[in-house]
């Protein structure tokens, strides 16, 4: 299923995304974070029609999702970044996602809820996930970034939606 992805600075999402999400966001804020874009999935032209369930599920799970033109699914996550740190969390409905890009383009990935975990050389793509809280996942985050940094990988500490975007397209051309 080909997605598209937006990044969004509209005020009315953060509101939605800081109302949805603040728990999460004030642990995030806590440890470093601050808010950096909305991030949304666009699914394919006619898809709340086709992907009904989805929809069901999303709005089940109080995501943040609505139908745009033509019925497309459009599913909006806040992204915050620690920009001391060169890293992302991704916030959404099964929890936190960590990533950090390095300037050899190798990305590291932390989850902080059961995922398939991922160890993809070709792609340089690595991917940690098992239930944890928010504070312990970036403190393993943390902990693998500094091995990669230990074998001369360096952060890279540009916070861009591109940069993210290359972590998050490698982590889904692995499922």
Not at 40 to 55: C, F
Not at 78 to 101: Q, S
Request: glycine share 4%; net charge neutral.
């Amino acid at each position: 299923m080909k997605v598209d992805y937006r990044q969004d600075h509209d005020p009315e999402l953060m509101n939605l995304a800081r109302a949805r999400y603040s728990d999460e966001i004030r642990q995030l804020r806590a440890v470093g974070f601050s808010e950096f874009c909305c991030y949304t999935e666009l699914l394919p032209k006619y898809s709340a029609i086709t992907q009904l369930p989805i929809l069901i599920l999303a709005k089940l799970n109080r995501e943040i999702i609505r139908v745009e033109s033509p019925l497309r699914l459009a599913m909006v996550q806040p992204i915050l970044a620690h920009r001391e740190r060169g890293a992302y969390a991704l916030v959404f409905g099964m929890g936190i996602k960590f990533y950090t890009l390095f300037t050899d383009s190798t990305g590291l990935i932390s989850a902080n809820f059961p995922s398939q975990p991922i160890q993809d050389m070709t792609l340089k793509i690595y991917k940690t996930a098992e239930p944890r809280s928010i504070e312990d996942c970036w403190q393993a985050h943390n902990a693998e970034v500094a091995g990669f940094q230990k074998m001369g990988r360096e952060v890279e500490n540009l916070i861009r939606f591109e940069s993210y975007m290359s972590i998050s397209r490698r982590e889904e051309a692995t499922a």
